[in-house]
């Protein structure tokens, strides 16, 4: 059973310090608890981030790269940022992609006649104005597709219908499998939707073209054409595909990060950042991803200051643009900093949806989990995640960051993703599906209070989480 946020609220406010005789309390979260059981309590009964979140999703809508509808969030967002009272709410210039997908479809025509779902992927190029019909030549794996050459590829639609081995993996041919295709004389490339469950949804995202191949239009089916293709190869039957796809780069054009703070009181260089990426691909409403996300983050550092917190150190929300197709608002962030990047003590990326959170996963500059100086930092997190075990959200694990946060992480910045059960994320992912409807009002607040106590923490805490293990915390 769920405990109601209001109750769990109620009783972190009056939870005692869990101290014993034998055994002295953890350090961070005894020097905490107070203002975290303020801090959590606060978010478990917030309206703030559904508010906005619902707002984003039905007024707005999905928001691509160098659309009206992401310049149209940016300004709300810095409108909003400046009504909260938080500090040095600015906008960061980006330059960012202008892909338009145009309209697209496709259709089976022999040897039955049928509609076939299609999603162009990001990036992709279009078919010439009279569209493409041809064969389709259905293969498993890069491997199947080399092994099958030129020959038997040339002048056809290369659909790659890999088994589902999680998204890490899979997610390799939505990427790679246009140009794989091309180095053979394929025409197009249909690729299996990057998910391990489907209701006939086609789940889009961005390729990669390779330098020096040929580019050809790319789109994902979904899971049951995929299967289906499958099946008819299996059969012997000869399938052929006819495709029309208006896909087409405009260039670069104006956008910008969105960024507010509360300044640190002794340590105000130094900066710990968390947000999500305010961009999301032109379908579905951009609710898991990421828009939960950002009004999480944002929510979470207005909560610190309406509380009147404020650390050592400032505490920063960035709402990133363009993760989904460039990820030129990561890489603009850091870019800003220079040779400064080491003022940043810690970044916090939530970009996994907004189901039930479970705790955080952590990446140093340490090469791996059993480096001292990783288990270190990770004793360090454990301590600050020990405050959320009255929402079961204490897990900590090796292993976090994300896209926009990558630059800094790669630079050796210590690096936090928020981790959730993910049950369904990669059910809605990219898809129309991604709506507000999906998310849970309380697992949302739940992200809030574990962004703003983990947030407050890193930037008051007296040492960096990736001080060395000798480093009094």
């Not at 691909?281 to 550092?301: I, N, P, R, T």
Request: hydrophobic share 40%; charged share 25%; proline share 6%.
């Amino acid at each position: 059973m769920r405990v109601p946020a209001a109750v769990l609220a109620f009783a972190l406010l009056l939870a005692p310090a869990r101290t014993t005789a034998a055994e002295a309390p953890p350090a961070d979260a005894d020097r905490y608890r107070d203002p975290a059981a303020r801090l959590l309590g606060r978010a478990l009964v917030d309206q703030g981030a559904w508010s906005r979140l619902e707002h984003l999703t039905t007024r707005i809508g999905h928001r691509l790269s160098g659309s009206p509808t992401l310049q149209q969030a940016i300004a709300w967002a810095r409108e909003g940022m400046e009504n909260d009272g938080l500090e040095e709410v600015r906008l960061q210039p980006v330059k960012v992609p202008r892909w338009v997908r145009g309209r697209e479809w496709a259709r089976v025509v022999a040897p039955v006649e049928r509609e076939l779902p299609i999603l162009g992927l990001g990036m992709s190029v279009g078919t010439p104005p009279g569209g493409i019909s041809a064969p389709v030549v259905v293969v498993r794996s890069f491997e199947e597709l080399q092994a099958l050459g030129r020959a038997k590829v040339e002048g056809k639609i290369v659909a790659f219908a890999p088994e589902w081995e999680g998204y890490g993996r899979t997610v390799r041919y939505r990427f790679q499998g246009a140009s794989a295709a091309a180095k053979l004389g394929a025409v197009a490339a249909l690729v299996r939707s990057a998910t391990g469950r489907s209701i006939a949804s086609p789940h889009t995202g961005m390729l990669g073209y390779e330098a020096g191949v040929p580019q050809v239009p790319a789109a994902s089916i979904t899971v049951e054409d995929a299967e289906w293709l499958k099946r008819m190869a299996a059969a012997g039957e000869a399938v052929t595909v006819s495709l029309s796809m208006e896909a087409h780069l405009e260039g670069e054009v104006d956008s910008a990060n969105v960024l507010a703070e509360v300044r640190g009181s002794e340590r105000p260089q130094e900066v710990v950042v968390m947000g999500g990426h305010l961009d999301s691909w032109d379908v579905g409403q951009g609710a898991h991803d990421d828009g939960c996300s950002c009004m999480a983050a944002w929510e979470a550092l207005r909560i610190v200051h309406e509380l009147g917190l404020r650390p050592r150190r400032t505490l920063r929300v960035a709402l990133w643009v363009s993760e989904e197709n460039s990820g030129n608002g990561g890489k603009a962030y850091r870019a800003s900093l220079g040779d400064d990047v080491a003022s940043h003590v810690a970044a916090i990326e939530m970009d996994g949806g907004c189901e039930r959170p479970t705790g955080f996963g952590l990446t140093t500059r340490a090469a791996k989990a059993d480096d001292p100086l990783a288990r270190a930092a990770l004793g360090r997190l454990r301590d600050i995640a020990s405050l959320f075990a009255a929402i079961d959200a204490s897990q900590v694990q090796w292993g976090g960051g994300g896209s926009d946060i990558g630059p800094l992480t790669r630079d050796g910045v210590p690096s936090l993703s928020l981790d959730t059960v993910g049950e369904h994320y990669f059910d809605w992912h990219h898809t129309h599906a991604d709506t507000l409807d999906k998310v849970d009002p309380d697992d949302l607040r739940r992200a809030v209070g574990m962004l703003a106590v983990t947030g407050y923490v890193l930037a008051d805490r007296p040492g960096r989480i990736d001080d060395p293990p000798e480093t009094p915390r």
